[in-house]
T-cell receptor, first 113, second 118 residues
Framework: GENVEQHPSTLSVQEGDSAVIKCTYS??????FPWYKQELGKRPQLIID?????GEKKDQRIAVTLNKTAKHFSLHITETQPEDSAVYFC????????????FGSGTRLLVRP | GAVVSQHPSRVICKSGTSVKIECRSL??????MFWYRQFPKQSLMLMAT?????????EQGVEKDKFLINHASLTLSTLTVTSAHPEDSSFYIC??????????????FGPGTRLTVL
């Protein structure tokens, strides 16, 4: 089955700097890759997603890139703000798997003011 | 986006009792719902996929007789933790897939239920 690895586990950046979180997946058939933000004790919130027919997607300060050949995708947050501090999870979904998501291990992002 | 509710938000129970958690899609019909378990500072681990009108599909290592899932309607799925033990204490989160044109994978999560078994 699908396996998703995520790095780094923790990331500390200065406010205004950029943050990059990387994920790799094992199943080349996976075709949907969402990113979720989870604050302590709260539900995961979808912040951006990308499908395998696209190489890059951007939404204001957030962008996601996908390299299907290398089977990895990355989350880029520019001009970070303290409110970006949270745990970020990547995930992958494979066709024919009832759309289930396999999550990475998470990255705890701390944005220092 | 779509709204998913979960009830209760917190529950404390004695060891050996059963606990039922409800997951509802409020503004859409969800043919598929998912149940996850999340231990402190860990990722979301998929427990099972719940399809309306059929038996749930459990992930490897998840005991189907201990974690009973029922998806009786297009807006409600329930998870019952039977004979709960302290090691079942965790954050249980459901999600629902919003149907769309073609294949849509977007999942929306409920707020979670924190279960504490004494």
């Amino acid at each position: 089955g699908e396996n998703v690895e995520q790095h780094p586990s923790t990331l500390s950046v200065q406010e205004g700097d950029s943050a990059v979180i990387k994920c790799t997946y094992s199943d080349s058939a996976s075709n949907y890759f969402p990113w979720y933000k989870q604050e302590l004790g709260k539900r995961p919130q979808l912040i951006i997603d990308i499908r395998s027919n696209v190489g890059e997607k951007k939404d204001q300060r957030i962008a996601v890139t996908l390299n299907k050949t290398a089977k990895h995708f990355s989350l880029h947050i520019t001009e970070t703000q303290p409110e970006d501090s949270a745990v970020y999870f990547c995930a992958a979904s494979t066709p024919g798997s009832s759309y289930k998501l396999i999550f990475g291990s998470g990255t705890r992002l701390l944005v220092r003011p | 986006g779509a709204v998913v509710s979960q009830h209760p938000s917190r529950v404390i129970c004695k060891s050996g009792t059963s606990v039922k958690i409800e997951c509802r899609s409020l503004d859409f019909q969800a043919t598929t719902m998912f149940w996850y378990r999340q231990f402190p500072k860990q990722s979301l681990m998929l427990m099972a996929t719940s399809n309306e009108g059929s038996k749930a599909t459990y992930e490897q290592g998840v005991e189907k007789d201990k974690f009973l899932i029922n998806h009786a309607s297009l807006t409600l799925s329930t998870l019952t933790v039977t004979s709960a033990h302290p090691e079942d204490s965790s954050f249980y989160i459901c999600s629902a897939r919003e149907p769309g044109q073609g294949s849509t994978d977007t999942q929306y999560f409920g707020p979670g239920t924190r279960l504490t078994v004494l």
